[in-house]
């Protein structure tokens, strides 16, 4: 079964840092890009980053660009989103999602993890 | 940016009836158009990519059409189950951007 288990979301001070990690199985993790997308407090969905399966390609939202950075472990299958300099703007539920096209960055989202809360908050 | 405009953003229609939601696009996206359907509290849900062609598991009943700016997002025959909010978004274009939603409502 293919699956996506986010973790690493919590409270955190605004101006804070903060790991996100989301663990895969079922698939191929190398061959599939990888984005993060977020929903705030009852509004819409918001596409944060993406990766290329390597690795090698990263891409941000400019909302976000400077302060985040996506990586990932392929011999872990696993994705990762370091956030710094977090604002209260940040507040949201993150999501991993994976690609639908092996070796494409430019797809759509297939799989989409439950998603873990981060809230920035003095 | 692509700027992704979905219209209306509520729609209120009965069960066994048929919805028509809207998505435009500020500029061409191509037919690199896809659709999510989101329930409370839940992830989103991949419905259609590629405009038109149906995920995995997903019921005869979904439909998308259109290609370039403008594109339909079609339930023939609205069940329980499919009241939520449908997102468009594209991703012919990096940032991928998302449209404001449209919440399907019974009527």
């Known amino acids: 079964e293919v699956q996506l288990v986010e973790s690493g979301g919590g409270l955190v001070q605004p101006g804070g840092s903060l790991r996100l990690s989301c663990a895969a199985s079922?698939?191929?993790?190398?061959?599939?890009?990888m984005s993060w997308v977020r929903q705030a407090p009852g509004k819409g969905l918001e596409w944060v980053s993406a990766?290329?399966?390597?690795?090698?390609?990263?891409y941000y939202a400019d909302s976000v660009k400077g302060r985040f950075t996506i990586s990932r472990d392929n011999s872990k299958n696993t994705l990762y989103l370091q956030m710094n300099s977090l604002r209260a703007e940040d507040t949201a539920v993150y999501y991993c999602?994976?690609?639908?096209?092996?070796?494409?960055?430019?797809?759509?989202?297939?799989?989409w993890g439950k998603g873990t809360t981060v809230t920035v908050s003095s | 940016e692509i700027v992704m405009t979905q219209s209306p953003a509520t729609l209120s229609v009965s069960p066994g009836e048929r919805a028509t939601l809207s998505c435009r696009a500020s500029q061409s996206v191509s037919s690199n158009l896809a659709w999510y359907q989101q329930k409370p509290g839940q992830a989103p849900r991949l419905l259609i990519y590629?405009?038109?062609t149906r995920a995995t598991g997903i019921p005869a009943r979904f439909s998308g059409s259109g290609s370039g700016t403008e594109f339909t997002l079609t339930i023939s025959s609205l069940q329980s189950e499919d009241f939520a909010v449908y997102y468009c978004q594209q991703y012919n274009n990096w940032p991928k951007t998302f449209g404001q939603g449209t919440k399907l409502e019974i009527k």
């Open positions: 590629g405009a038109s």
């Open positions: 999602a994976s690609g639908g096209v092996v070796g494409a960055t430019r797809d759509y989202m297939d799989v």
């Open positions: 990766i290329s399966g390597s690795g090698g390609s990263t």
């Open positions: 079922g698939f191929t993790f190398s061959s599939y890009a």
